[in-house]
């Protein structure tokens, strides 16, 4: 059903796509005009094509991101961008073209892409002009909630990197439970003087994939081991204790600290702590901490430790248990202080992941509104009346 007042056209009647220019690295010019690839700016010029306000979106390659541009910009060949707007409000049209399934109208290829033709030919509803722009109004309300969320989620991060850095070299001394800023002397050592340091092992697939059992079983691909979770506490996989006799492996301790140790995914400086005693996957090697260290302050010191610079030469990264043990490093001996510190930085993480919440709660609160007020299942106050 067509919303009163609105009218059913052909996206081509709405928003006319035109194929990007061709513009080879050799011929870019240092300049400040935006070059927009189907991925957002890839880079500047000297020279743009066309003119602000403007959008793009991808041709071939990485199809579905639509980017609203306000400056003066060149659109790639591998970008689509709108050449007539036929006087529809612009910010209208972007959140329209937000709410498309773009994949649906992807070449049936090895490498994505869009014919705008097709696009053209998709029916939409548009409401009148007036109409347009509340909607817009709207939706870039939530837009700039959502950058300012983004922008204090940056912040934070960047403040909990400078704290790490000064709180984990001693640089920076907290206060005990008595007011007093803890004195005592720090050690310059090695990590292995905190922690043993273990591969994890290989497994049959038999052994494998099973809902239920003794021990669970983490993979280095597992979601388990993804996002930005502290703590591994759930398993899709679990060993029982008569495989484990028969396999010859052990499990790690609860407390231990675990991380990839070969492939890409060493590269993301992701550590978890198991909750309970654990079989990891031979990707993985698991830091136990000595009774000198405690598992929260091991964590932030192995979270704070670029594997990239550990990282063994070879067509796939890796590192190995004696290049982490012998990374120098400075420590308290003191449990307390250790814990002092592991708190401050656990506040920090815990503010990190409330703003992260509200970014996922404002973003799916626009899409919900997209939803409804893009087909006019719900209709906005136009001149003091809804329409």
Same mark, same amino acid.
């Given at each position: 059903?067509?919303?009163?007042?609105?009218?059913?056209?052909?996206?081509?009647?709405?928003?006319?796509?035109?194929?990007?220019?061709?513009?080879?690295?050799?011929?870019?010019?240092?300049?400040?005009?935006?070059?927009?690839?189907?991925?957002? *700016?890839?880079?500047?010029?000297?020279?743009?094509?066309?003119?602000?306000?403007?959008? *793009?979106? +991808?041709?071939?390659?990485?199809?579905?991101?639509?980017?609203? /541009?306000?400056?003066?910009?060149?659109?790639?060949?591998?970008?689509?961008?709108?050449?007539?707007?036929?006087?529809?409000?612009?910010?209208?049209?972007?959140?329209?073209?937000?709410?498309?399934?773009?994949?649906?109208?992807?070449?049936?290829?090895?490498?994505?892409?869009?014919?705008?033709?097709?696009?053209?030919?998709?029916?939409?509803?548009?409401?009148?002009?007036?109409?347009?722009?509340?909607?817009? #109004?709207?939706?870039?309300?939530?837009?700039?909630?959502?950058?300012?969320?983004?922008?204090?989620?940056?912040?934070?991060?960047?403040?909990?990197?400078?704290?790490?850095?000064?709180?984990?070299?001693?640089?920076?001394?907290?206060?005990?439970?008595?007011?007093?800023?803890?004195?005592?002397?720090?050690?310059? +050592?090695?990590?292995?003087?905190?922690?043993?340091?273990?591969?994890?092992?290989?497994?049959? $697939?038999?052994?494998?994939?099973?809902?239920?059992?003794?021990?669970?079983?983490?993979?280095?691909?597992?979601?388990?081991?993804?996002?930005?979770?502290?703590?591994? @506490?759930?398993?899709?996989?679990? @060993?029982?204790?008569?495989?484990? =006799?028969?396999?010859?492996?052990?499990?790690?301790? =609860?407390?231990?600290?675990?991380?990839?140790?070969?492939?890409?995914?060493?590269?993301?400086?992701?550590?978890?702590?198991?909750?309970?005693?654990? /079989? /990891?996957?031979?990707?993985?090697?698991?830091?136990?901490?000595?009774?000198?260290?405690?598992?929260?302050?091991?964590?932030?010191?192995?979270?704070?430790?670029?594997?990239? #610079?550990?990282?063994? $030469?070879?067509?796939?990264?890796?590192?190995?248990?004696?290049?982490?043990?012998?990374?120098?490093?400075?420590?308290?001996?003191?449990?307390?202080?250790?814990?002092?510190?592991?708190?401050?930085?656990?506040?920090?993480?815990?503010?990190?992941?409330?703003?992260?919440?509200?970014?996922?709660?404002?973003?799916?609160?626009?899409? =919900?509104?997209?939803?409804?007020?893009?087909?006019?299942?719900?209709? *906005?106050?136009?001149?003091?009346?809804?329409?």
């Amino acid at each position: 059903m067509v919303p009163n007042g609105w009218e059913e056209k052909r996206l081509g009647k709405v928003a006319e796509f035109q194929r990007g220019f061709d513009l080879p690295s050799a011929k870019r010019l240092d300049g400040n005009i935006p070059i927009i690839s189907s991925s957002g *700016v890839s880079g500047f010029h000297n020279e743009s094509k066309v003119k602000a306000p403007g959008i *793009v979106t +991808g041709r071939y390659g990485t199809i579905g991101n639509v980017f609203l /541009i306000d400056e003066d910009f060149w659109p790639l060949n591998t970008s689509l961008w709108v050449k007539d707007f036929h006087q529809n409000e612009i910010k209208f049209i972007y959140y329209l073209l937000q709410s498309f399934d773009f994949k649906k109208f992807s070449d049936k290829t090895g490498v994505p892409g869009v014919n705008r033709n097709d696009l053209h030919a998709v029916k939409v509803k548009v409401p009148p002009l007036p109409e347009q722009q509340k909607i817009a #109004k709207i939706l870039t309300t939530w837009d700039k909630a959502i950058d300012t969320t983004e922008r204090l989620i940056d912040n934070s991060k960047q403040q909990k990197k400078a704290l790490m850095q000064q709180l984990l070299t001693g640089k920076k001394r907290l206060l005990d439970e008595n007011g007093e800023r803890f004195e005592g002397e720090w050690k310059s +050592g090695y990590l292995e003087e905190l922690c043993d340091f273990k591969g994890g092992s290989a497994f049959k $697939e038999k052994y494998q994939g099973k809902s239920e059992g003794d021990l669970p079983f983490i993979k280095v691909s597992d979601m388990n081991i993804k996002g930005n979770e502290k703590f591994i @506490i759930k398993s899709n996989n679990w @060993i029982m204790h008569e495989d484990l =006799a028969i396999m010859k492996v052990k499990s790690f301790p =609860a407390g231990s600290v675990v991380f990839a140790k070969v492939g890409a995914a060493l590269l993301l400086n992701r550590r978890r702590i198991l909750v309970r005693d654990t /079989i /990891i996957d031979n990707n993985m090697m698991a830091a136990m901490p000595k009774d000198i260290c405690i598992t929260s302050y091991l964590y932030y010191l192995m979270l704070a430790i670029d594997f990239a #610079k550990l990282v063994q $030469e070879g067509a796939v990264p890796s590192i190995n248990q004696s290049d982490l043990g012998r990374f120098k490093i400075a420590y308290t001996p003191s449990h307390k202080e250790q814990q002092k510190i592991a708190a401050v930085l656990t506040n920090a993480d815990k503010e990190i992941e409330l703003l992260e919440q509200q970014l996922a709660d404002l973003q799916q609160e626009k899409k =919900a509104l997209m939803q409804v007020l893009l087909t006019g299942k719900k209709r *906005v106050v136009v001149d003091g009346e809804v329409v």
